[in-house]
């Protein structure tokens, strides 16, 4: 068993390096030098102690990672700020520590190792040595660890925690974020991402257990160990096997004339999405070849995120006009989202929002459902779920149909944690989404997954292409029978967190200590739900439903026309995003009187709210 060491422990051998001048930097450089075997980073902090930068050496090591999205996430390179092997070996003492006090079996059960493919040069750091050292650390304590033998979708490793009851998951990626970052995504015994109170008890250990134990930096024991076992066939096996349990038209599918092109950006999906593809009985998608196989730096997108649009979407969109194809997917580099295209009657595409797409796979998987459904079956035992700043199709269909709707915090930690818990009491839960592409179909994963995804979304496309319909023409249909949904979501960029806060506390004391803002230019606002606080002005006592989280900042407005705008912080980029839909009843309405309402109340957000010119915000180009 790892001892933990305290945090001024240094090693007596290394070398005495020049004073800062500032005793806690000196500590902390004494400190990294001691710890760190890794040349390239070492390299890193002693050029910057040799050429007097103290305050970036003080930015990189006087602060220190802590667990946002379900893990951690940062730019790579030296520093206890940073993605590095130092920190991933620091991570996992601390959810060692955290697991084996845990969980008695720990020893009987495992661990589950998975990575994507980035890297960088400049610090000798890649995803799959840093999961390495992640097993390295595991195996040194006689835990048995599932490494895969090479990357794989984020979504392999949680349903891998499900299959082999293992206690846990770590998954090495920094999803779509910019080339220069890493991460490191943690998954609890449920499957899901892992939440409160675990991340706060797993970043507590890690702050106890800094110094390397012996054997944590032997990333030879992935290849020596007894303990070490590949999962990756049978894992890769079983969960084609379960993605048919999806499929409910593999005849038409292979009868089908639609063609897809599949764009995995650079990423670890083309391998996956193409045999998910043959699991449904479709040929393969035409990948895009300049896009197909890994590299870390992205070198054809500016922003390795699909979600993007129709700019980062470009060398696939082209190649379907090549190639006849009328639907592009795209899958982002660790294959966890899913962006769609469709081209149109006129030879335009449309890029469907999450929110967009969500409305489609919702009511395609709940028709599926009733036509396997036995007679006389109800939908009340049903469930789909979405986060609070994603569309409200999903209720406004439930209300209709009577299944369940719920709504959890922003961030698919929660919505995993949530579908579990529904499965638990004996619901079934079909679908759940959020809207940044983000989707759960099924069950066999308690995570977004966009290889799944894909292929349920091609099924729906070719059912509706022998009806002689496109996803397009399907979505109007969907939105005049349970009403419009208009939706606009973008993001401001501000890295100074200061401003930031300002933005909020102005918010919350508008014109008067804790008092929020009556209107918004012309629009009233009805309620007012603050998720920082735990404030909702619709709730007896004022009292949310949904549980705070004082990590970060989320409000939300409920307007007297029926439209509703969130503002929330990114946890795992330096953004403002913003969300604003606009719910019609059916038929009330028409489209362009909606779109026109919702884009008044947009720009009244943004310069009565947000103040961008004040704020030095820089708005993300359309």
């Not at 955290?98 to 610090?123: K, N």
């Not at 294959?335 to 796979?361: I, T």
């Not at 399907?474 to 419009?484: A, F, I, S």
């Amino acid at each position: 068993m790892g001892e933990c060491g305290a945090a001024g422990d240094v090693n007596s051998n290394v070398l005495l390096a020049p004073s800062t001048g500032d005793a806690q930097l000196d500590k902390a450089v004494w400190q990294w030098l001691s710890w760190d075997k890794n040349q390239s980073t070492r390299a890193q902090v002693q050029e910057l102690l040799r050429a007097g930068r103290a305050p970036e050496l003080r930015a990189r090591l006087c602060r220190a990672l802590s667990f946002g999205t379900a893990g951690l996430r940062a730019a790579m390179g030296a520093g206890f700020s940073r993605i590095n092997d130092l920190t991933v070996i620091q991570a996992t003492q601390g959810l060692y520590s955290y697991l084996e006090r845990t969980f008695p079996d720990l020893r009987q059960r495992g661990f589950v190792v998975g990575y994507d493919t980035r890297a960088q040069a400049a610090s000798s750091c890649s995803s799959q040595r840093l999961a390495k050292l992640t097993a390295a650390v595991l195996l040194s304590q006689g835990v048995p660890v599932h490494f895969f033998s090479t990357y794989v979708p984020t979504p392999f490793v949680p349903y891998a925690v499900q299959q082999l009851q293992a206690v846990a998951g770590v998954m090495i990626t920094a999803s779509h974020n910019r080339k220069e970052d890493n991460g490191y995504k943690v998954y609890w015994e449920n499957g899901a991402q892992v939440t409160s109170p675990h991340d706060k008890e797993i970043l507590r250990c890690m702050e106890q257990c800094l110094e390397p134990w012996a054997g944590s930096w032997d990333e030879s024991l992935v290849e020596s160990s007894p303990l070490r076992q590949d999962p990756l066939q049978a894992i890769c096996d079983s969960y084609m096997q379960d993605l048919t349990k999806l499929c409910y038209h593999r005849e038409l599918n292979q009868q089908s004339p639609l063609r897809f092109v599949h764009s995995s950006f650079h990423g670890v999906g083309h391998r996956y999405v193409q045999e998910a593809f043959r699991a449904f009985g479709f040929p393969p998608p035409i990948a895009v070849p300049e896009q197909r196989d890994p590299d870390p730096d992205f070198p054809t997108v500016s922003c390795p995120n699909p979600e993007e649009g129709e700019a980062v979407l470009e060398l696939a969109l082209r190649l379907a006009e090549q190639e006849g194809a009328r639907v592009v997917l795209a899958t982002d580099p660790d294959a966890d989202r899913l962006a769609v295209a469709e081209q149109q009657q006129g030879g335009s595409w449309k890029v469907f929002s999450g929110n967009e797409l969500a409305a489609l796979l919702g009511w395609w998987l709940l028709s599926c459902w009733r036509s396997r459904a036995p007679p006389g079956a109800q939908p009340c035992q049903l469930c789909m779920l979405g986060t609070a700043v994603s569309s409200k199709v999903l209720r406004a269909m439930a209300q209709q149909e009577g299944f369940h709707f719920e709504e959890t915090l922003p961030g698919f930690k929660w919505v995993g944690s949530r579908a579990k818990a529904l499965l638990e009491a004996g619901r079934e839960v079909l679908f759940a989404f959020e809207e940044s592409i983000g989707f759960m179909c099924g069950t066999s994963v308690l995570d977004k997954d966009g290889v799944s995804a894909a292929v349920v979304v091609a099924e729906l496309a070719s059912f509706l292409h022998a009806q002689g319909l496109s996803l397009a023409q399907k979505l109007t249909e969907v939105y005049e029978r349970y009403g419009y949904h208009l939706s606009r979501t973008s993001y401001f960029l501000c890295h100074d967190p200061g401003t930031v806060q300002g933005i909020f506390e102005r918010l919350r004391n508008f014109g008067a200590p804790r008092t929020y803002p009556g209107r918004c230019g012309a629009f009233g606002v009805r309620h007012l739900r603050d998720l920082t606080r735990g404030y909702d002005s619709s709730q007896p006592g004022g009292k949310a439903v949904l549980p705070a989280s004082r990590s970060s900042q989320m409000l939300t407005f409920t307007f007297q026309n029926g439209a509703e705008a969130s503002l929330r912080t990114s946890g795992t980029e330096p953004k403002i995003k913003f969300y604003a839909e606009l719910c019609a009843q059916p038929g009330h309405r028409s489209r362009q009187e909606l779109e026109a309402e919702l884009e008044q109340l947009i720009q009244a957000l943004i310069e009565d709210f947000l103040q961008p010119a004040k704020n030095g915000l820089t708005w993300r180009s359309p």
